[in-house]
């Protein structure tokens, strides 16, 4: 009990020896000299104000009863000081007196270790007179003395975190105000389209009304001929609507597709480790059991095991699907997929549901493909429409695109086959009384018969022509135009053929011959279908070289 007594004496006498002004309490300067006096060299007068900060009440100065824990804290920074500089010195190989500032972020970080705050780090570097130059002791011996609050960390976290929600939510805002400023331009271009469509159709009325009169006058033939061009004009019209319609499916797909790429980054970045990782887990588990199983272990211990496995297998099978649909394999999807379900895993990730619209939609499109390739049209119509069925329309846009256009041509030749099958004979026979035909009548019957098979120098005299207009029977001209097929057709007269053509337009040819303009319509079309077919070919060997 003296001994407590004689030491808080002391204590009180050296605070009011060094309380020269009778205040109470000492401030930090009168600090430094009382510790000084105690501590040779003493500490510099930031260390003080910081051991003020740590062990005063009110941190500015101090009080008789708190003069103790003062000192110890000025002891412990002034001890560790002297370690301090001595690491500085082995790190300043210079002997300059600095370190660059990369190394005293290096010295501070392995002082505090795991306690590092890199925010305090960045405010010091911040408030620098010159960042990024060398770095003396003095600026950092307050920083390395400091005792790293856990609180103080938790709550630089939790800013951090508030920091990066406020950073998501204002990144969310800007998206919704990009998606709302699409949305209402993409409205309002609808809008104008759907106005213009109006006025066109408005048009139309119109010069239909306007016409009626006239057509009511026509001939038949003409009539039919009025007919035939509306009809096009109408197909023309629908097929450029589906067209505007295939482009914007085909943008939602590229949006769609961006957003899926983005979205897999994050949901499977590392599941092909996971996986692995689940399996060996799976194996090892396996080979204890089998172990246990030798040694006569305990039921217990082996049913222990055999849990372990069913829910290391359980793991490894949903790592495993979701690896599979990272790789959207067709294959791999489909083992999968059926091992999921014969474990009767519940899908809590969605993963299932997820793996088989992707499976759907690479089988569909390996439909869609090999009607492609064998370019039936039912065929055609049926993948296509398998594609509209299952909702796959943007996914597969520009697939569904590019059978679109496959289709209408196919359409179109299919219609041309019919127009020439319901040719009539007197038409045919049109072309054939010519004595001295026009010479694009002539130009377009040598390039039907190119592509017939026929040499050029056979159809340089106009009575050789006539006379394979005439023919009947298997021979007929309208019989083998119906069972020629473009893949038959060689490139070289494909090409002469072409040209030929080329010198006219289907107006000036329709002026002159109704019949030689349906047998224009079906040689461009077969010219068309066999280009397409080349490239193709040509795409395909590219591919595979």
Not at 5 to 33: A, H
Not at 56 to 67: N, Q, R, V
Not at 219 to 234: F, G
Request: net charge neutral; with cysteine; glycine share 4%.
């Amino acid at each position: 009990m003296g001994g407590l007594l004689d030491e808080r004496v002391v204590l009180e006498t050296i605070f009011n020896n060094y309380d020269t002004d009778g205040k109470g309490n000492l401030s930090p300067i009168q600090m430094q000299i009382l510790h000084g006096d105690l501590r040779m060299g003493g500490i510099s007068l930031p260390q003080v104000m910081e051991s003020m900060k740590y062990a005063c009440i009110h941190g500015s100065y101090c009080e008789p009863s708190e003069l103790y824990n003062l000192l110890q804290e000025m002891d412990r920074r002034f001890f560790l000081i002297q370690d301090f500089r001595w690491e500085f010195s082995m790190i300043d190989v210079n002997h300059k007196d600095t370190i660059s500032q990369d190394e005293a972020q290096w010295f501070v970080q392995t002082v505090h270790g795991r306690h590092f705050s890199k925010k305090k780090w960045d405010e010091f570097v911040k408030c620098r007179p010159v960042p990024g130059s060398p770095v003396a002791f003095a600026e950092i011996e307050v920083m390395l003395c400091n005792i790293p609050n856990r609180l103080d960390l938790q709550s630089e976290k939790m800013e951090e975190e508030k920091e990066r929600e406020d950073l998501m939510r204002r990144e969310r805002l800007a998206e919704e105000e990009v998606a709302r400023l699409k949305k209402k331009r993409d409205e309002e271009r609808r809008r104008q389209d759907e106005e213009q469509k109006r006025n066109e159709e408005l048009r139309r009325k119109r010069q239909l009304e306007d016409e009626v009169v006239i057509y009511t006058d026509m001939p038949d033939d003409k009539k039919r001929e009025r007919r035939k061009q509306e009809e096009e004009e109408r197909r023309r019209r629908e097929e450029e609507e589906e067209s505007e319609r295939l482009r914007e499916l085909e943008k939602k797909q590229r949006e769609e597709e961006e957003r899926r790429k983005k979205e897999e980054e994050e949901l499977y970045k590392d599941v092909e480790k996971l996986a692995k990782d689940a399996e060996e887990k799976e194996k090892k588990t396996k080979e204890e059991l089998d172990k246990l199983k030798n040694k006569g272990g305990s039921e217990e211990e082996a049913k222990r095991l055999r849990k372990r496995l069913q829910d290391e297998r359980h793991r490894k099978l949903r790592y495993n699907l979701k690896v599979a649909i990272k790789s959207r394999d067709r294959y791999q999807l489909d083992y999968n997929i059926t091992e999921f379900k014969k474990e009767k895993l519940e899908d809590t990730d969605m993963d299932l549901v997820k793996a088989e619209k992707i499976l759907k939609e690479l089988l569909v499109r390996d439909d869609l493909k090999r009607a492609m390739t064998k370019r039936e049209l039912e065929e055609l119509e049926k993948a296509i429409n398998a594609i509209k069925k299952h909702g796959l329309e943007v996914p597969l846009a520009k697939e569904l695109g590019e059978a679109s256009k496959l289709l209408t041509r196919l359409k179109r030749l299919e219609r041309i086959r019919h127009e020439i099958l319901e040719l009539k004979q007197a038409t045919v026979a049109e072309i054939r009384s010519y004595q001295n035909p026009p010479a694009v009548v002539h130009k377009v019957m040598t390039a039907t018969f190119l592509l017939l098979g026929h040499q050029e120098k056979e159809t340089k005299i106009w009575k050789s022509v006539q006379a394979l207009v005439g023919k009947t029977g298997k021979e007929s001209l309208k019989r083998r135009c119906i069972e020629c097929k473009p893949e038959k057709i060689p490139v070289a007269p494909a090409k002469r053929a072409k040209a030929l053509l080329e010198e006219f337009d289907l107006e000036e040819v329709r002026d002159v011959s109704a019949g030689a303009a349906t047998f224009y319509v079906w040689a461009s079309a077969m010219i068309e279908e066999l280009e397409d077919l080349t490239a193709q070919k040509e795409e395909a060997k590219a591919k595979a070289s």
